[in-house]
C-alpha cells in the first residue's frame, strides 16, 4: 500500500458493463475511505501491466481473471516481491474451487465471484485498505 491522501485503484475489466458498475458501486457508497477515489480503468493485461508500470503507485488492483490478451493473474504474479506491492482482489464468474487457488496461487490477496454485491465489493475493498 502506498499510505497516499488519495486512494488509488487500478479495476482491470475487459466489459464495459461490469466496469461501469464498479464506477457506481464506488461513487454511491458512504463508506468514507473510498471518497474520493482516483480509479484508473484497464480493459486488457497490457493496459494494465502499462497502467502498473507507471510513477503512481495503487492501493488495490481489482483484477478480472479472464482478458481479451491473456489471464489477469499475469498481473499478480508481475507485483510478487514488490515493496510497494497493492493488495489485489481477483474477480471472476469462474467461481470454482481451482479457479480461486489458481488465484491465491497467482498472489491474489482476495477471490470475488461475479456476480457480487455491492457491499462485498466495498467490504472487500476496505479491508485491504484498513
Known amino acids: 500500500m502506498r499510505g497516499a491522501a488519495v486512494t488509488r485503484i487500478l479495476l ?3 466489459n464495459e458493463l461490469n466496469r461501469s458498475l464498479v464506477r457506481a458501486i464506488i461513487a454511491r457508497t458512504a463508506e ?3 471518497q474520493g477515489v482516483d480509479l484508473v ?3 486488457t493485461l ?6 502498473l508500470a507507471g510513477a503512481d503507485g495503487f492501493d488495490v488492483v481489482l483484477l478480472d ?3 481479451p490478451d491473456g489471464s489477469g493473474l499475469e498481473v499478480a504474479r508481475g507485483l510478487a516481491g514488490r515493496p510497494d506491492r497493492p493488495a489485489v482482489v481477483a474477480l471472476t464468474a469462474a467461481a470454482m474451487a481451482r479457479e480461486q487457488t ?12 461475479k456476480p457480487y454485491t455491492s457491499a ?8 485491504h485498505l484498513s
Open 65 to 67: 481473471v479472464h482478458l
Open 120 to 127: 462485498d465489493l466495498v467490504r472487500t475493498i476496505v479491508e
Open 12 to 14: 482491470v475489466e475487459d
Open 32 to 34: 468514507p475511505l473510498l
Open 46 to 51: 497490457a493496459q494494465a501491466q502499462a497502467a
Open 41 to 43: 480503468e484497464a480493459e
Open 102 to 113: 489458481a488465484a491465491m496461487d497467482a498472489g491474489c490477496d482476495t477471490f470475488l465471484a
